[in-house]
């Protein structure tokens, strides 16, 4: 199962993490190559445009999914942020 967290997803858990979905993590990934931000309100994963003034966008459970070892390792926020 993914997690995500304040600017990380990953499909490891996540210290202060939430489980998403698949479909989720694949959405996720698509949004940080593409330069937007992962956050989390009220409990739920959300996409930030920076270029958008901050708006923000749930993710949706409508996609296809992508496989869970995608980017082993490190976090995909971690990797994103250079850390």
């Given at each position: ?10 499909t ?14 694949a ?7 593409a330069?937007?931000?992962?956050k989390?309100?009220?409990g739920?994963?959300v996409?930030?445009?920076?270029s ?11 996609i ?20």
């Open positions: 199962m993914p997690y995500a967290a304040e600017g990380q997803i990953s490891d858990p996540i210290e202060g993490g939430i489980e998403i979905t698949d479909e989720q993590y959405e996720a990934i698509g949004a940080v190559i330069g937007k931000l992962i989390i309100e009220n739920q994963m996409i930030v445009d920076p958008d003034g901050g708006e923000t966008d749930p993710i949706s459970d409508n296809t999914s992508a496989p869970n070892d995608l980017f082993g390792g490190p976090t995909l926020g971690a990797i994103y942020n250079g850390n």
